[in-house]
Structures are given as C-alpha cells and as structure tokens.
C-alpha cells in the first residue's frame, strides 16, 4: 500500500489551505508529514515530524536524523516535498536513501532571477546565481511536479529534462451544480482576492476599474489580500475618483473568501509578469476558486492564465498593460446577460472537469504511485 512522506517548510498560512487539500487527498497514504517548527496536528493521524526551527541549525540537525531513520525504515515509501528550494536543504538526506523522490514546485521557486525589493526600495536577488544548475542536479534525483504547463517551460528553461517534469494542476471544491448568479443589467461588482504583489496587477486592476466606471459601468471593485503593494494600492484608492466604489480588505480566511465570490460577479486581476519582480503567475489557486463558484475572469494573458481560463469561454483575457482593453471587457460584460452566463456557466463546468479536487487526487495517487 502507497504510504508517502509529506514535507514543506510550514502548515501555517498562507499556505495552509492548499497544502491541507492535498493531505486530504492523500489521507490513508500518509507514512508521515515533516515541516519546520510543526504545530500539532493531531487530526491527521500520523507522526508529524518537527524539522526544527530555521533560525537554529541545530535544531534542523535533529529533524534530518529523524527523516533519515524514518526512511531507511521505509525504503518503498515515496517522499513528497515542496519547494526546490526546500528540497535542495535537504540533498544529503536524499544521497543517503533509496525512497523515491517528487518534489513539487508551486511559483517563486520557478523563476531563477527572481528579484524580492526591502522595506527602503533596495532589490537583490532571492536565489544565488547557481540556482537552476542546482534545480537541474536536483531533477537528477527526482521527478519534478508543477501546476502547469507555462512552469513546466520554465524548468525546460533552466536545462531539466523533459522527462523528469510532470504537470498536474492544483485543486479545488467544486459543486456538483453550476450555482446561480444574479442577473447582470449594466452593473458588475468585481472582486480581487490573493497577494497585493506586482505579477497580480492590483493597480493595473483598479486602473481598469476606474476606466470602466467612467465609462457608464456602475458597481464595486473589491480587493481582499495583502502584500507588497498595500500601501501603494491603499494611496491609490484614496485618490481616485471611484473611490467610494472600492473597498480594501486584508487577507481573508477561506470562508469570507467563499462569501465574497458569492456575493461579486467577477473575478478581476491584471496577470502579467512583475515588472520589480520578475515573477509570473503559476497556476493561482484564487482563480480556480472563483471558476469553480462560476465567476467569469477578467485579466491578462501573463503566466499560466491562457492555461487556466479560455478566453471567450470562462472569461476575458487582454493583453498585459492594455489597461483599456481590460476596461473594455468589462463594460462588454456589464452590458450583456447572455454572455455573463454563459461564462459564468462554462467556468463551474471547466473547474469541475479540470481543477476539481477529486481530479488532483487522481493525478496525485497516479504520480506517486508509478515513480520509481
């Protein structure tokens, strides 16, 4: 029988939904789950493995020794990490067993100059020049899992080869029904759900707002997240002339996520790639989210969107930076109830065929099973 080590660098949020879907999904294959600093989990019903802390090597020290024993007690069982980045910590460990090794990649881990900016604007490189030859020498070892195929490109990028790369998207609850959405008549309340950060396009995405309104569009713009760009966003918002329209919240927890995409029409982002950044959308699970409550999505064609929406089907892609053009999508959607449900309509039943988690569990039994 499958039984998997689970191991990531943290449960705690703002990971925490994901990676608690795909424990789910792996219930009763569990060997056991490892990560820094590990709370307790007591409802998962296998050993969780406390890494230590990362500010105190010796602590790591001692979580290695206990991954050791537990594999070489194990020699079958495949290790499921998260991150290559976190994989790359722990190559010694790896050098020294036998079990299979997948290493799932979820974003910033995908693009080698990635730039992070501090607090006083200063911007350094996140990963160390020799990142993709370590990416590369990693896939040696292991088969590398991402979320679709614009990352899947990106590690063919760096030189890992095509066989050593598997797609399997992220998933999502999905109702069984397509759930029914108010009439649209010349009004459109649009909602921003995940990270202020710059691939996500938060001030391009009020830009477009503010061009549509003072097109004749009436209705909200939502945004609820945090990030790099909340303060920058907030002085925007102050400033323009919709702002009676806008509301800003912080991070959500997953239930008033649910309430808002319940309670808005459209899911409005401005995908593009980062231009302080560099870094692009992966997969992104919010979008998921709202396909699946049948949200239509309004945005940019940057990372993985033309992967994860089809534009004219479940939504409305626009080139990046033509601010106009995401405008005009949603002045064309506010003006037209037809094509607002039939989106809304082709979205829940896309998300359902393709981002359910049902179909991840799948794909997930599927890869650790057959790796070798």
Known sequence: ???????????????????????????????????YEAPVREHLGVP???????KNPASIAGGEQAILDLLRANPASPVLAHYLPFALRYERVWAKVVNPLVVHAHGYDLTPD????????RSARFHPPHYPADVVRLSQRALLVVNSRRSAEKLAAMGVPEGRIVVKYLGVPVPAEWPPRQTIQ????????????????????????ELAATGGMEGTLTFAGDGPLAGELRAAVERSPVRGRVRLLRAVPAGV???LRASNDVFLSHSQVGPTSGQEE???????EALAAGMPIISAT??????VVVSGETGLLTAPGDIAALAVSLLRLSRDPAL???????????ALRRFSDAAERQALHSILSSVR
């Open 114 to 121: 990635l730039l992070r900016t501090d607090a006083k604007g």
């Open 48 to 54: 969780v493995f406390d890494l230590g802390s990362r």
């Open 282 to 288: 992966a997969l992104g699970v919010a979008y998921l």
């Open 340 to 350: 607002y449900e039939r989106l809304s309509r082709a979205a829940h039943a896309d």
């Open 186 to 209: 010349g009004r459109l309340n649009c909602l921003f759900l995940g990270r202020l950060v710059d691939f996500k396009g938060p001030l391009e995405t009020l830009a477009a707002f």
């Open 1 to 35: 029988m499958l039984k998997v080590l689970f191991i990531m660098p943290t449960l705690s949020a703002p990971s925490e939904l994901w990676m608690g879907r795909m424990l789910a999904a792996l219930e009763g294959n569990l060997l056991a789950v490892a990560c």
């Open 302 to 307: 940057g990372g993985s969107l033309p992967e």
């Open 257 to 259: 996520g649910e309430e």
